[in-house]
């Protein structure tokens, strides 16, 4: 799998290989300017070529590379070639270069990327599958199992290109947490991004009732021990990644959307409403249910059919 490192991308990719269950090497391209200026569309960084001992494309090439985030783009099509297309190359969300880019490519329905070898899916690929979230649910880690239902994990994002938290945002997802603490305990997780008006109003409302769980970044993430045994997950609308994760527990996933706004989100967001799996969070704890929904095993499903189908026209070639 390739990719520049970048958290996201890389849980992405690593969620396929997965579910693949193949095994797999990490590789990270760290391309420098003027190079990382023109990617997509550039060349390789000079430095990285395969030649190089450190080389994140150097050979022998594998069967398949699956790669995400731009900078990751010129070094799939590099590979391509010089694999004599005998790699199979596949790319995660719109590389922005066309469907040409990869044998294959996956985007998001709110996308507008489409081709014969692209498949679009309503959630993003994740790491949280059917099998490791039930296993959670029967062992959970002892402070969760030691919370008593209902149980609501909350996901909390924070800034970003599209949404920010005003000062009156903070005091709304306040608010309504408050008032949802009052009834429930809260398994709560922060993100890098989440501003510290946000994070320190968070904290205090978390001394009302209880207990409650906090995660602040440090040690290892509990976040699918949260989802696997919340009864509700609450979850911030900046992140479609977590909105997405959230719809594979099958539990009711309350939505509160900060300030801003794109037209894209937008699209998940009412896709994701209209199949019944979200709706606005207003303080309150919801109890609806509806089939968990996956696209992982289908994106694996995906690449392994079509790499099926590349090996057998070449052995009907020879």
Sequence with gaps: MLSDGKAGDENQCAAVVEALDCPYERRHVAPRPPFVWAMPWGPIDPRERPSRPQSPIRPPYPDLVIASGRRAVPYLRYVAHASGGRTMTAFLKDPLTGPGTADFIWVPEHDRLRGENVLATPTPPHRFSKVLLSHLRVMPP?????????RVAVLIGGDSRHHRFTPYDVEALGHRLEHLAETTH?????????PDLLADR?????????????????????LAAYLACADAVVV???????VGEAAATGRPVLVYEPSGGHEKIRK?????????????FAGRLETYRYEPLDSTPV????????WQARHAGKSGES
């Excluded at 809260?186 to 989440?194: A, D, E, K, P």
């Excluded at 968070?202 to 509990?222: A, F, V, Y």
């Excluded at 998940?268 to 606005?280: K, V």
Aim: no cysteine.
């Design 142 to 150: 002892a402070d969760v199992a030691h919370l008593a239902s209902p």
């Design 186 to 194: 809260l398994m709560v997780t922060l993100s890098r991004r989440t």
């Design 202 to 222: 968070i904290s205090r409302l978390l001394k009302i009732g209880g207990p409650h769980l906090l995660w602040d970044g440090t040690g290892e993430n509990p």
């Design 236 to 242: 911030t609308a900046d992140s479609t990644n977590m």
């Design 268 to 280: 998940f967001l009412d896709n994701m409403s209209a199949l019944g799996i979200t709706r606005p």
């Design 299 to 306: 994106i694996a499903a995906a690449i392994l059919a079509r």
